[in-house]
């Protein structure tokens, strides 16, 4: 069955488009790479640990800070895109303890 709609795979774009966050109980969060408007829309995050964790995200000038109850869950050993907000710069991450590595790669696709 057809739905008229081409899917793109997701792919990088430019140099550099992978950061990395050590996930704890506290939030903490990290400087999405590519916002010089290069980069895609889209951002893949890998979840690796036994922990969900919840993520934010925020613009220039707001703080992206992540909560355990009201931001989104990602389950552990998981991997998910994103469609981001416009001129979204930061990424915020929580657990309930220590334990995973979230990998943010900023690109388009899906």
Do not use: C, H, K
């Amino acid at each position: 069955m057809a739905f008229g709609a081409a899917f793109t795979p997701f792919g990088t774009t430019g140099a550099n488009s992978t950061v990395n966050l050590a996930v704890t109980g506290s939030s903490s969060s990290v400087t999405i790479q590519g916002v010089d408007g290069s980069s895609g829309p889209v951002l893949r995050i890998v979840n690796v640990g036994t922990n969900t964790v919840f993520i934010a995200w925020a613009g220039p000038g707001t703080a992206a800070t992540a909560s355990l109850t009201t931001s989104m869950p990602m389950l552990p050993n998981s991997v998910e895109t994103f469609t981001l907000p416009t001129n979204t710069t930061q990424l915020s991450a929580i657990a309930a303890t220590t334990g995973n590595t979230l990998y943010i790669t900023r690109g388009e696709g899906l």
